[in-house]
């Protein structure tokens, strides 16, 4: 297996380094960017040299227009991150979808596409239909157990920014809650949120230049969010075996067995 590792060149303002394998137009700095943990399914399917089968769920939220989807464009740059790899992206999306409502759904996506991996976005829908933030938490938290129950491998993707909610203390709760969600549950975390507000305030145009209209992602907001999911995925499997690390901080996994949820929750944006 060979992945590309973490290469810094420049440096954003305050210091932080910005990571050079993402096009100039994404670099963000890794804590701004992604909370990493192991992927051991991913990790099984490249020692066994078969495809990695990832099913993608969550509307991606694309403005008309868009050269590519956000589908191809994340196995692009996935099999660019992992040479010699084949990767089978099955997206299962469903726009305006909400975490409490499509818990069959998953069930029946994950026994029809049998998946290493899962990678979902979520809580964007959530938080603009004002879901509680404890049922879209204990949603969440479900579908993700019972997930990784499966050994299944699962990333999530948190809400998409926008300068008019940012001071939305609702909506900031529903992004503290995937953020939650993921440290307690030890999966990955893509922070597009703080991704897209710091590439919002590093230039001039704000997040303009990465959402088209009615809060969908333009051709460069898909881009840039499907190389910010593969680095992701790229560094959480450089990560060993017995260990747990969320930016630049290692900490102990959590101790004793997996338990199973009765079922999960269903997937969002």
Not at 26 to 38: D, E, F, Q, W
Not at 155 to 169: I, K, N
Request: proline share 6%; hydrophobic share 40%.
């Amino acid at each position: 297996m060979v992945v590309s590792p973490p290469r810094s060149t420049a440096t954003a303002e305050g210091g932080e380094a910005l990571d050079a394998t993402l096009s100039p137009e994404c670099r963000v700095p890794g804590s701004r960017l992604y909370t990493l943990n192991r992927l051991a399914a991913v990790k099984a399917a490249l020692k066994e040299k078969r495809p990695v089968r990832v099913l993608a769920i969550g509307a991606p939220a694309a403005s008309a227009g868009a050269s590519t989807s956000y589908p191809v464009k994340l196995e692009s740059a996935l099999e660019r991150s992992i040479p010699n790899v084949d990767v089978e992206i099955e997206s299962r999306g469903l726009s305006g979808e909400v975490a409490s409502g499509a818990a069959e759904r998953l069930r029946t996506m994950v026994a029809e596409s049998e998946p290493d991996l899962v990678i979902w976005q979520v809580g964007t829908h959530d938080a603009l239909a004002r879901v509680d933030v404890g049922d879209f938490a204990n949603a969440l938290r479900e579908a993700v157990q019972w997930v990784k129950s499966h050994e299944i491998d699962i990333v999530l993707v948190d809400p998409l920014y926008t300068a008019s909610l940012a001071e939305d203390a609702y909506y900031t709760s529903i992004v503290k809650a995937v953020k939650d969600v993921a440290a307690s549950e030890g999966v990955p975390l893509v922070q597009r949120y703080e991704a897209m507000r710091y590439l919002a305030g590093s230039g001039d145009k704000g997040e303009g230049h990465l959402l088209g209209k009615q809060f969908r992602l333009n051709d460069l907001g898909l881009r840039c969010m499907a190389e910010h999911v593969t680095r992701a995925i790229s560094l959480s499997l450089l990560q060993p075996d017995l260990a747990t690390v969320t930016g630049t901080a290692v900490t102990p996994p959590k101790d004793g067995p997996r338990a199973a949820a009765p079922g999960p929750a269903g997937s969002g944006q």
